[in-house]
T-cell receptor
Framework: EAQVTQNPRYLITVTGKKLTVTCSQN?????MSWYRQDPGLGLRQIYY???????DKGDVPEGYKVSRKEKRNFPLILESPSPNQTSLYFC???????????FGSGTRLTVV | SQELEQSPQSLIVQEGKNLTINCTSS?????LYWYKQKYGEGLIFLMM?????EEKSHEKITAKLDEKKQQSSLHITASQPSHAGIYLC?????????FGTGTRLQVFP
């Protein structure tokens, strides 16, 4: 089954403790992206990647890092999480032609 | 930058009633997506429209893109409690999907 898999689904952590949210897709998509969703602010892009070793900042990249060492994986790294990064995070992928985005099931992160 | 505005923000309908949600773009749409989201859960893909005047249907949901490609509507016929959730429109750009503000739909018996 074609899908984008995020892990974990839920995570509670403390301020300053480094964490990684993983994202993997099995559709050989070139493009992958991370979004965060917050009440009243909607979905905002954090980082995206057009292909392996090619990443770029989205609208709200501060406090986040990403890497794209292989096509299928696009982890989101929070080096020193803060409470304002408490949010619902989504990973998405699409083909290079831009036809059809597939979203993961989401990761609900709480930073205390 | 492109912006999407959805209306209404919230909708409460009785089961069996028809309803329409609108999505208006500040720029020409080259790919318009409709998603449904249950509170706090993932995005469920509904439909994608690309051509002016295009219309697609799936079960009781119909989406249209106007000829000028700046407005889309989502119409639900004979609504059911299973239709409840947040409906999001998304515009495809070169590097991301830009989302509308969302429409929260509640369906009561």
């Amino acid at each position: 089954e074609a899908q984008v898999t995020q892990n974990p689904r839920y995570l509670i952590t403390v301020t300053g403790k480094k964490l990684t949210v993983t994202c993997s897709q099995n559709m050989n998509h070139e493009y992958m992206s991370w979004y965060r969703q917050d009440p009243g602010l909607g979905l905002r892009q954090i980082y995206y990647s057009m292909n392996v070793e090619v990443t770029d900042k989205g609208d709200v990249p501060e406090g986040y890092k990403v890497s794209r060492k292989e096509k299928r994986n696009f982890p989101l790294i929070l080096e020193s999480p803060s409470p304002n990064q408490t949010s619902l995070y989504f990973c998405a992928s699409r083909t290079g032609g831009g036809y059809g985005y597939t979203f993961g099931s989401g990761t609900r992160l709480t930073v205390v | 930058s492109q912006e999407l505005e959805q209306s209404p923000q919230s909708l409460i309908v009785q089961e069996g009633k028809n309803l329409t949600i609108n999505c208006t773009s500040s720029k020409t749409l080259y790919g318009l997506y409709w998603y449904k989201q249950k509170y706090g859960e993932g995005l469920i893909f509904l439909m994608m429209l690309q051509k002016g005047g295009e219309e697609k249907s799936h079960e009781k949901i119909t989406a249209k893109l106007d000829e000028k490609k700046q407005q889309s509507s989502l119409h639900i016929t004979a609504s059911q409690p299973s239709h409840a959730g947040i409906y999001l429109c998304g515009a495809d750009t070169a590097d991301k999907l830009i989302f509308g503000t969302g429409t929260r739909l509640q369906v009561f018996p």
